[in-house]
Structure formats: C-alpha cells, structure tokens
Nanobody, 115 residues
C-alpha cells in the first residue's frame, strides 16, 4: 500500500513563489520515476517535471528555469519549488510515482496565482 500526500499549495500573486511537497508513506520501491503534473480547469492533465531515482530531471518548457523538482529519499518526500509564478500556472498539482509496473497518484493540491 502506497499513499502520496501533497501539501504546500495556496494562493499567491504573480511573481511569487510556492514550494509543494509530496510525502510518500507505505511500501518503498527501490527504483521509481517521480513527477509533478497539473490540471487547469477544462484542460488536460499535463506533465510539469520529472525526476529519476538517480536525480536526473526534466521539465516542461513552460516551467523550465522557474520550477525545480527535488527529492529527499531520507524523508520519502518529493518537492516542487515554484518561482516567478504566472497566472497560467493556476491548476491542481498532483505528484506521481512510477515504480516498475505500478503507478501512484496523490490527491492534488490547488495552486492559484492572481495578477
């Protein structure tokens, strides 16, 4: 059993920053790809950032240079540091773990950026 719980969402003005966390509890897999996704109203869920077990990262073009994904394996926690936020970053943000044939999702946390 695996549970992912996001936190850190909220409301911020454009140009501001937020840091999201995704706490993993339950079974620990040795090798996982972890990531952050987001879904804005009436839009498809989209990839924001990925981080592999060796720390290799990949970002969507729209967030590259503004967002940073990281993980603390000792705390079983995934992070997303979001800087220079824009109104178009408003969405529900989800964390995801892909471990072999298993995929786990968090419940999501709302991020609202106002102008």
């Amino acid at each position: 059993q695996v549970q992912l719980v996001e936190s850190g969402g909220g409301s911020v003005q454009a140009g501001g920053s937020l840091k999201l966390s995704c706490k993993h509890s339950g079974i620990i897999f040795s090798t996982c790809m972890r990531g952050w996704y987001r879904q804005a109203p009436e839009k498809e869920r989209e990839l924001v950032a990925l981080i592999s077990s060796d720390g290799t990262t990949n970002y969507a073009g729209s967030v590259k240079g503004r967002f940073a994904v990281s993980q603390d394996n000792a705390k079983n926690t995934l992070y997303l540091q979001m800087n220079s936020l824009k109104t178009e970053d408003t969405a529900v943000y989800y964390c995801r773990e892909m471990c072999g044939s298993y995929t786990f999702w968090g419940q999501g946390t709302q991020v609202t950026v106002s102008s």
